[in-house]
């Protein structure tokens, strides 16, 4: 099995592929105007909601941030004079303890779903491969003995945290140090930024390459990238953890054709926004999907009672992997085409199997008697999801006006009375204030045009008579 590891990046994105024999296996897509999980912002504080002891702020986005009073923590970082303040009272009620107008930082917790604004909070964090730095949280947890030993080592400044993760057992103390030298470094170079009252992202969170190396599960025979940056922080990364895998690097350098054409990804990525997915068997995979349920139907139209075991297994292989592909998250309902009591533990067996290839936290259940399986899934922290996020809309109502004048003065001079029809939006902005565009029109065509309004009509349909 061919495993390659894609990185293309075009002005302000960043798109990653990764390909087993030819074939699309997951996507990601990071855009730097988009809200990714981990970015860090310069929020401003809009409305406090007592109810719920909890806050909104507007971080620069069409929708308000939510931070709620458990996500505040021991110490939260506010602008005046970049100065710490510490919470006391755990029972206190957020009304004391911010105001509105205040400027504070906080990190993406969890970024835009549909109607539901990015979840917010106080205690920032940095990551890397092994280390979880806590600016001003004096929280430290370090599984490994022999690191806990060296702890006076590692030159934490004051006010600072760390979490040192169990995976890193072989790693030396120096490659610790490193990585804590590295993520300080990010670190005061956010702090430098703290220097306005102003809305602005401070940090961000692009670190989708080295979480996609790190997991050891995943074996790669290439990784191509056309940007020399990227490339030097993949060697950087490689050289720190696995050396023997700098090989496998390469630097893509024609600008003719682009990475995703070469290995012909586009034509596959097209199917993230198809409902119906059909196979080669015949057979038809049809999911809808919900904020929090995700609805899968397998359908066959050469079945009978001997093949419905396969036609199952082949779906399956498809449904896991579009699973991984759309990054489903919640609860995942599959409708198995019906099979016997005996063969249902064997479904169960084979996708409890299979799914391991997943790198994030699911649980499976066995199938019911109705042929119905349950997966709960938990989301991946760098989805393609941003491709849904919704930019805020600005539209140019002049460019349908003068659609209506090009009309108008087509007929104006054939008919005495021009009756004009439109909605009641665009009917009020016609004809707001004393030099509205009806008086603009009277002025221009000597004549005064009637308008009505129809209430079934779209925002910039028109009829004119």
């Not at 909890?54 to 505040?72: A, C, E, Q, T, V």
């Not at 990190?107 to 806590?134: E, F, M």
């Not at 103390?173 to 990585?179: A, D, P, Q």
Request: aromatic share 16%; glycine share 2%; hydrophobic share 40%.
């Amino acid at each position: 099995m061919i495993r390659i590891l894609i990185i293309e990046k075009k002005k302000k994105k960043k798109r990653l592929a990764i390909i087993e024999n030819n074939r699309l296996k997951e996507y990601y897509k990071i855009k730097y105007k988009y809200i990714n999980q981990g970015d860090i912002y310069i929020a401003k504080i809009i409305y406090i909601y007592k109810g719920m002891n909890s806050i909104f702020l507007d971080i620069g986005y069409y929708k308000y941030g939510f931070l709620n009073y458990s996500d505040i923590g021991n110490y939260f970082l506010s602008l005046r004079k970049k100065k710490i303040i510490y919470n006391k009272k755990n029972g206190e009620n957020v009304n004391n303890i911010f105001k509105l107008g205040q400027y504070i930082i906080v990190q993406v917790v969890k970024d835009i779903l549909y109607n539901k604004g990015p979840r917010l909070t106080c205690n920032i964090k940095l990551v890397s491969r092994s280390i979880i730095l806590l600016p001003y949280n004096k929280f430290i947890y370090i599984s490994n003995k022999n690191i806990k030993k060296n702890i006076n080592k590692f030159f934490l400044p004051k006010y600072f945290g760390v979490i040192i993760r169990s995976v890193p057992y072989n790693i030396s103390i120096n490659k610790i140090k490193f990585e804590i030298y590295i993520l300080l470094k990010i670190w005061s170079k956010i702090f430098y930024k703290i220097n306005k009252k102003r809305i602005i992202k401070i940090f961000i969170n692009d670190n989708i390459i080295n979480n996609i190396l790190k997991n050891n599960r995943d074996h790669y025979d290439l990784v191509e990238t056309n940007s020399l940056k990227i490339c030097r922080q993949i060697s950087y990364y490689l050289y720190l953890y696995n050396s023997n895998l700098i090989k496998i690097l390469k630097y893509y350098n024609n600008s003719k054709i682009s990475l995703f054409k070469k290995y012909d990804i586009a034509k596959q990525k097209e199917i993230l926004f198809n409902k119906y997915i059909y196979l080669n068997d015949g057979t038809n995979i049809i999911i809808e999907r919900t904020e929090t349920l995700n609805l899968i139907d397998i359908n066959s139209n050469m079945l009978s009672k001997n093949n419905a075991i396969k036609v199952n297994i082949l779906a399956l292989k498809e449904i896991i992997r579009q699973i991984i592909l759309r990054n489903m998250g919640g609860l995942i309902i599959i409708d198995l085409i019906d099979i016997r009591y005996s063969r249902r533990e064997y479904i169960y067996k084979y996708i409890k199997r299979k799914i391991t290839i997943d790198n994030v936290k699911y649980k499976i259940l066995p199938p019911t008697k109705f042929n119905i399986l349950q997966i709960a899934r938990e989301k991946n922290f760098y989805t393609f999801s941003n491709i849904y996020q919704k930019k805020k809309k600005v539209i140019n109502i002049k460019k349908y006006i003068n659609r209506i004048e090009k009309s108008l003065e087509l007929i104006i001079n054939k008919k005495e009375k021009i009756f004009l029809f439109v909605n009641p939006i665009l009917s009020s902005y016609l004809k707001y204030g004393i030099f509205s565009y009806r008086f603009k029109w009277y002025i221009k065509y000597k004549k005064w045009i009637i308008i009505y309004t129809v209430y079934n009509f779209k925002i910039f349909e028109y009829k004119i008579k």
